[in-house]
């Protein structure tokens, strides 16, 4: 369960960035420092921007401004890659498709997944089977995003990994309603300028994530719950849009692999009084069981 948090802290990570590579790391004071206040944000909110992460600013603004392109285009041209079930659930979803507690999402969306070809997990894998459906226009969205999701993964891993040791809007403007994410982490790269991230914490009420630019918004999926034994808990959170602007946000998910059995580490077991507050769960089955009911 989340804190009272007020605010959400803003951690600069760059000694961890600088050290990654560097066996001697653990026992750096810099970079202890960034893992205890990593370690302090993920128990008291669950959520953090992260500053210093050495993506370059160009990539950051590129990918916002070719989704930006995309989503311009007429609905024709986006249908041209509609996501349904045979294609893995990848390809584009028009605005309502996605429903989450029961209630069609007022935002339209591009998902894409690590492509898993026929078989390599089985009838396990069967639902996530596919290729990503990249829009033809503009040409050179497929490049740009797979450039940047390979930076994403490399700065998940550098965050992870250290660690493991408003104002009420009508209904038909909750861009996507109260939900946690699916995986590890997710880095959220939102447009500047509006405000409609929020989340929620341990009173109930919601707390802005306004975008800060040169920064990520980070925080904790549903598998990072349980891995830590419940220490860090996956913060629900919601998206309202009350500007009149179009916003687009590239939110990069880094999860288990399809196939991992995800249970509490041993070491946060040992924290948390010994008992095992989670059983064992298939990381494939968590996302396929989301994917088979967002879009009924
Ligand atoms: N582009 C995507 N897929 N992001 C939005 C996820 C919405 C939450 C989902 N309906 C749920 O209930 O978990
Ligand atoms: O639009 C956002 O800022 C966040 C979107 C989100 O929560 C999600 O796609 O899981
Ligand atoms: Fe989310």
């Not at 750096?28 to 990593?38: F, I, K, R, Y």
């Not at 797979?146 to 660690?163: A, G, H, M, Q, W």
């Not at 500047?192 to 999926?221: H, K, M, Y």
Request: with cysteine; aromatic share 10%.
């Amino acid at each position: 369960m989340a804190t009272d948090f007020k605010s959400i802290p803003i951690i600069d990570i760059s000694p961890l960035v600088a050290k990654c590579d560097d066996p001697k790391r653990v026992q750096d004071p810099d970079v202890l420092e960034v893992v205890g206040q990593l370690d302090q944000a993920c128990r008291e909110a669950g959520f953090f921007y992260v500053k210093g992460h050495g993506i370059p600013d160009s990539l950051i603004k590129d990918v916002k401004n070719v989704s930006h392109k995309f989503f311009d285009l007429p609905y024709e041209e986006k249908m041209k890659i509609k996501l349904s079930p045979a294609a893995g659930y990848r390809g584009y979803q028009r605005i309502g498709e996605n429903i989450t507690k029961g209630i069609p999402d007022m935002h339209e969306a591009i998902d894409c997944y690590r492509e898993i070809t026929p078989g390599m997990y089985g009838a396990l894998g069967r639902v996530i089977e596919g290729v990503n459906q990249w829009p033809h226009d503009p040409p050179y969205i497929k490049v740009l995003m797979e450039e940047y999701i390979s930076f994403c993964t490399d700065l998940s891993r550098k965050i992870v990994f250290p660690n493991t040791n408003g104002q009420n809007a009508p209904e038909n403007d909750i861009g996507c309603g109260a939900h946690t994410d699916y995986g590890l982490v997710t880095l959220v790269n939102q447009d500047d300028g509006i405000t409609a991230l929020q989340v929620r914490n341990q009173s109930g009420e919601w707390i802005s994530a306004p975008p800060i630019p040169g920064t990520f918004v980070c925080n904790i999926g549903d598998m990072l719950k349980i891995w830590s034994n419940g220490i860090y808990d996956s913060t629900l959170h919601r998206v309202i849009n009350s500007s009149p602007k179009y916003r687009v946000c590239v939110a990069y998910f880094y999860e288990p692999n399809f196939d991992a059995a995800v249970e509490p580490l041993d070491v946060c077991k040992e924290k948390t009084g010994g008992i095992k507050k989670f059983g064992k769960a298939v990381y494939g089955e968590h996302l396929a069981s989301k994917l088979e009911t967002n879009f009924v």
